[in-house]
T-cell receptor, first 115, second 115 residues
Framework: AQKVTQAQTEISVVEKEDVTLDCVYE???????LFWYKQPPSGELVFLIR??????QNEISGRYSWNFQKSTSSFNFTITASQVVDSAVYFC????????????FGTGTRLTVIP | EPEVTQTPSHQVTQMGQEVILRCVPI?????FYWYRQILGQKVEFLVS????????KSEIFDDQFSVERPDGSNFTLKIRSTKLEDSAMYFC?????????????FGSGTRLTVV
């Protein structure tokens, strides 16, 4: 079963629009961590945020914000006033307390920001 | 900022050949990981390594794969007899402690092309 689902395969927005990337996860652990990574065209994985299961406070970092809702098992990512440099594939990932703490990645959402 | 370094950035090898992918984790990190991303697909966990032994491995990590920390600084992934389907981006990652607690730092990846 998929532990992390990113239903949006591709999204295109016009520059300066806001965009929300959805992430739904599945776990039986009570302690877990959720991550977002950005993969630009150059291919590297850029860490964006890590959030533990006990902290449901939303977080804002500049134009980025994250909405964590345990009731719906979602950890959505919003970019406000999108820019062309935001064009990338964005991965949501889950790490569970049990096991060796490896990351389970979603299939990613390809975001294209059109100038 | 400390980095995880991977070499080479791109390697082309003939089917059936052995290949070794190299990684230099961050010096005070204790946990090491290899992940794989087939072109256009999600990032998949291969193996985690701690205290000089494998702590967990996925179904992908079969007998053709091995990992080693030969000299206290390098962390290598060996594929004994490459197949066409091994063509992928391979990411090394490290964490100071259990990644779930402290997050993971990824290298820039090695793109392996098997011809």
């Amino acid at each position: 079963a998929q532990k992390v689902t990113q239903a949006q395969t591709e999204i295109s927005v016009v520059e300066k629009e806001d965009v929300t990337l959805d992430c739904v996860y599945e776990t039986r652990d009570t302690t877990y961590y959720l991550f977002w990574y950005k993969q630009p065209p150059s291919g590297e994985l850029v860490f964006l945020i890590r959030r533990n299961s006990f902290d449901e406070q939303n977080e804002i970092s500049g134009r980025y914000s994250w909405n964590f809702q345990k009731s719906t098992s979602s950890f959505n990512f919003t970019i406000t006033a999108s820019q062309v440099v935001d064009s990338a594939v964005y991965f949501c990932a889950l790490s569970e307390e049990t096991g060796a703490n490896n990351l389970f990645f979603g299939t990613g959402t390809r975001l294209t920001v059109i100038p | 900022e400390p980095e995880v370094t991977q070499t080479p950035s791109h390697q082309v090898t003939q089917m059936g050949q052995e290949v070794i992918l190299r990684c230099v984790p961050i010096s005070n990190h204790l946990y090491f990981y290899w992940y794989r991303q087939i072109l256009g697909q999600k990032v998949e966990f291969l193996v985690s390594f701690y205290n000089n032994e494998i702590s967990e491995k996925s179904e992908i990590f079969d007998d053709q794969f091995s990992v080693e920390r030969p000299d206290g600084s390098n962390f290598t992934l060996k594929i004994r007899s490459t197949k066409l389907e091994d063509s992928a981006m391979y990411f090394c990652a490290s964490s100071v402690n259990a990644g779930i607690l402290y997050g993971y730092t990824f290298g820039s990846g090695t793109r392996l092309t098997v011809v």
